[in-house]
């Protein structure tokens, strides 16, 4: 199905991914004790089929996935998708211990679903926050793998439309692409979109 | 009675295999199970309705409260991995080697709109370590194929160098057979013939004869002399004693001596080398490859043509190049040129036989000189062979 979405309606999902990132950035800076920066992430509406060529990487990169489910009015999962490259940088300034490439590996998944988890809480936090929209979630799990594996974990309509936010992360000298896919199922979004026509723009 | 409905309420929790801790917004602990108790030899009973922060005041820290806190109003999940915290209700008591990986979830409290926080450890000590073996069973693994593939790969470097000693034996044996039989068998029967019936011939018939015999005389030198070189080269007994010297004068020696045959095929020699074109090689070497690419060139080309040799500096090097009128060279002989695998000679325009060692020999001298060796050719409008070498000691 085809949906709609005004330019000033897009703008207000912005608004508001721009403040969840800006949350997470804050909750990552008191981890890691050095300055985060994310950057104003770039936000569109996309097709579950467009997704592939969207995705930073190509389709053979080994990417790592974190998942959190939820449920309400409007209900889907969302996904925070790393290449594993950029992953392994990422941790490697978190896990400032171990620099050994071969250590990296082994904690990798363990703090990227720490990671994976501060900024998609502080993304759906904010999106529920600010829309007064209560969600239930289910526990987060973390996947690593080739996209197509990623994408299918969960049944989705090829046709649904999804909102894609990327952002990236710069630490210090490194930086890294992180790609972040809210995934709604048929009908959520319009929900979604109902619910931020109904809200003003001085409530941000 | 609250309290009491909210134990009753987790009660089921202690039979999993999980440890479980609930915690309403003032972080008093309302439910604390079995397992915990285990793992912490904290009992439920000093437990419950203590504040979770006095147990364990590291939880006090920003990093721990600011992500706790949103779930008190219903917030998604927290996760404090095992890599980052390795066990968030550490006690004195706790085993060192055991790791924990713990999500923290929102449950509705008793009061409505209000949210108790649910920790869930799991203990992934056993998890962490099989997933450490795999990936260490999985790097040896590849470990293995790459030593695997690198003595693939000196397998067939060997194999490669048998392969051209090989090539190098036959070719010896070769040059043996055809090439010293012929003018041996020439003086052989000349010889014979001379002396069974010397009083036979006339002055002048046995001044041909002798003729014959020395030219048969002087191939069998050269050849030979090359012979011994070349196997000096490939047993490793040449010596390579490199010097300053004037390519101009090595070049006048060779043209000297070879002048008398290019005479007789009406061919004219030309030395183009500059004065003072001083290289730094070993000059018997580069004496050799001047005389057989200057005889090369005679052999190949027909009466009346044009030999001329010139020289240039190109960088470190001096190029020398030896060019002939001749027939030229194809493209497909050319590459058959300086390999010892491939048996490649041409008759000559005067039918002078060759043997194909004298090239492989100029490759062989050139490149111990630091330089390269290489050909031009076009079939019917001659061709160049060109040779480098250094101009000074580096």
């Not at chain 2, 050849?223 to 101009?248: I, K, V």
């Not at chain 2, 030229?328 to 695998?341: A, H, P, V, W, Y």
């Amino acid at each position: 199905m085809d949906i709609k979405i005004t330019e000033e309606q897009l703008d207000i999902l912005r608004e508001i991914i721009n403040i969840g990132v800006g949350k997470a950035a804050s909750t990552l800076n008191s981890l890691l004790g050095s300055h985060i920066k994310l950057m104003i992430p770039y936000v569109k509406l996309i097709k579950f089929n467009e997704i592939q060529k969207e995705i930073e990487g190509n389709e053979s990169d080994n990417l790592a996935s974190l998942n959190l489910k939820f449920k309400g009015n409007f209900s889907g999962s969302a996904k925070l998708i790393f290449p594993t490259d950029g992953a392994s940088k990422l941790v490697r300034a978190f896990a400032e211990e171990d620099d050994d490439e071969e250590d990296l590996d082994e904690i990798r998944s363990g703090t990227l679903s720490e990671i994976g988890n501060i900024v998609l809480n502080a993304l759906m936090g904010t999106l529920s926050n600010l829309l007064r929209q209560h969600l239930v979630y289910s526990p987060p799990s973390y996947i690593e793998g080739e996209l197509d594996k990623l994408l299918h974990a969960d049944k989705f309509d090829l046709d649904s439309v999804n909102i894609f936010a990327r952002t990236r992360f710069v630490i210090q000298d490194i930086e890294i692409v992180g790609d972040f896919v809210l995934f709604f199922e048929v009908g959520s979004l319009t929900t979604l979109i109902t619910i931020i026509d109904s809200y003003g723009e001085e409530d941000l | 009675v609250e309290l009491l409905e909210s134990i009753s309420r987790f009660d089921l929790l202690d039979h999993v295999p999980v440890g479980i801790c609930v915690i309403d917004k003032n972080y008093k602990i309302l439910f604390w199970n079995i397992s915990l108790e285990n793992w912490t030899e904290i009992s439920s009973e000093e437990a419950n309705d203590k504040n979770l922060l006095e147990l364990f005041p590291h939880l006090k820290s920003f990093k721990y409260r600011s992500r706790i806190e949103s779930l008190f109003s219903g917030g998604p999940p927290t996760v404090f991995s095992s890599q980052l915290h390795k066990n968030i209700f550490k006690t004195v008591s706790s085993d060192e080697n055991k790791i924990f990986h713990t999500t923290i979830t929102a449950v509705p409290a008793a009061e409505p709109g209000e949210y108790y926080a649910m920790f869930s450890v799991e203990d992934v000590t056993a998890l962490t370590k099989r997933i450490n073996d795999y990936r260490h069973m999985r790097d040896q693994a590849l470990d293995e194929i790459e030593q695997r593939k690198k003595t693939e790969a000196e397998l067939h470097e060997k194999q490669e160098e048998l392969q051209e000693l090989n090539a190098t034996k036959d070719k010896f044996f070769s040059i043996i057979s055809h090439d010293l039989k012929n003018p041996i068998a020439v003086f052989l029967s000349i010889s014979e013939m001379l002396s069974k019936m010397f009083e036979d011939f006339s002055p002048e018939e046995l001044k041909d004869f002798l003729d014959e015999m020395n030219k048969s005389a002087k191939k069998l030198n050269s050849l030979l002399e090359n012979l011994l070189q070349w196997s000096r080269a490939q047993t490793g007994r040449l010596q390579y004693n490199p010097d300053t010297f004037d390519l101009r004068d090595v070049v006048q020696n060779s043209i000297m001596l070879l002048k008398m045959n290019a005479d007789k095929k009406n061919i004219g020699l030309i030395s183009d080398v500059q004065e003072q074109s001083y290289v730094y090689a070993d000059i018997n070497m580069v004496d050799t490859v001047l005389r057989n690419l200057i005889s090369n060139a005679i052999k190949f080309t027909p009466e009346k043509g044009k030999i001329t040799i010139s020289d240039e500096v190109k960088g470190e090097f001096r190029e020398v190049s030896v060019t002939d009128t001749g027939l030229g060279i194809s493209e497909e002989d050319i590459n058959k040129l300086f390999r010892i695998d491939v048996h490649h000679t041409t008759i000559g325009t005067s039918k002078e036989k060759g043997t194909g060692l004298g090239l492989i020999l100029c490759k062989e001298f050139i490149e111990k000189n630091g330089g390269e060796i290489w050909v031009e050719s076009r079939l019917g409008e001659g061709t160049t062979f060109y040779f480098t070498l250094p101009t000074e000691a580096k």
